[in-house]
T-cell receptor, first 115, second 108 residues
Framework: GAVVSQHPSWVICKSGTSVKIECRSLDFQATTMFWYRQFPKQSLMLMATSNEGSKATYEQGVEKDKFLINHASLTLSTLTVTSAHPEDSSFYIC???????????FGPGTRLTVT | GIQVEQSPPDLILQEGANSTLRCNFSDSVNNLQWFHQNPWGQLINLFYIPSGTKQNGRLSATTVATERYSLLYISSSQTTDSGVYFCAVAINDYKLSFGAGTTVTVRA
């Protein structure tokens, strides 16, 4: 149980375009979903937290107009990187936690390359 | 925010050896998780252990919450144990703060 999927697993886009990444909890209802960013050889940095039906809460320094997060249902959250630039190239990972649980389960990640 | 320190940063093991990874944190926590990140980037949940001791096969973990540290034990290491091990903690909310990780290399 507790499986989280992400799609796509990797994407290459041109500078100035937008990219949408989906995160789904497959076998549980995710009341809270999280988006992280990981640069090579570094740890994970939390970007934002989202609860179903509510606006996302962004961490300090994360541009909410650039990284649009939607948590439309208890099993789906999306991250849209708008007007992507090469510096947005990174590994994006989502996680989800269920009701009354602090434990987070992570998706396999999406590798974004902006050319 | 909370500080999370992992040690050692790198660990090279011969297959079959045992090892201990440590995670120190600077405040009381209500969530502590250990993860293994495989070469493809997938984070595998190893333990959810804000306190106490747990075992799962060759892996075990102990968290001493009052002293603000957690230990992950790997016994009889195998090459498939290679990867980065992360400790992550949260205080009073759901937001996890990650340590820098311990990179484990197990040689055949």
């Amino acid at each position: 149980g507790a499986v989280v999927s992400q799609h796509p697993s990797w994407v290459i886009c041109k500078s100035g375009t937008s990219v949408k990444i989906e995160c789904r909890s497959l076998d549980f209802q995710a009341t809270t979903m999280f988006w992280y960013r990981q640069f090579p050889k570094q740890s994970l940095m939390l970007m934002a937290t989202s609860n179903e039906g509510s606006k996302a809460t962004y961490e300090q320094g994360v541009e909410k107009d650039k990284f649009l997060i939607n948590h439309a249902s208890l099993t789906l959250s999306t991250l849209t990187v708008t007007s992507a630039h090469p510096e947005d190239s990174s590994f994006y990972i989502c996680s989800a936690s269920g009701q009354n649980s602090y434990e987070q389960y992570f998706g396999p990640g999406t590798r974004l390359t902006v050319t | 925010g909370i500080q999370v320190e992992q040690s050692p940063p790198d660990l090279i093991l011969q297959e079959g050896a045992n090892s201990t990874l440590r995670c120190n944190f600077s405040d009381s926590v209500n969530n502590l998780q250990w993860f293994h990140q495989n070469p493809w980037g997938q984070l595998i949940n190893l333990f959810y252990i804000p306190s106490g001791t747990k075992q799962n096969g060759r892996l075990s973990a102990t968290t001493v919450a009052t002293e603000r540290y957690s230990l992950l034990y790997i016994s009889s290491s195998q090459t498939t144990d290679s990867g980065v091990y992360f400790c992550a903690v949260a205080i009073n909310d759901y937001k996890l703060s990650f340590g820098a990780g311990t990179t484990v290399t197990v040689r055949a």
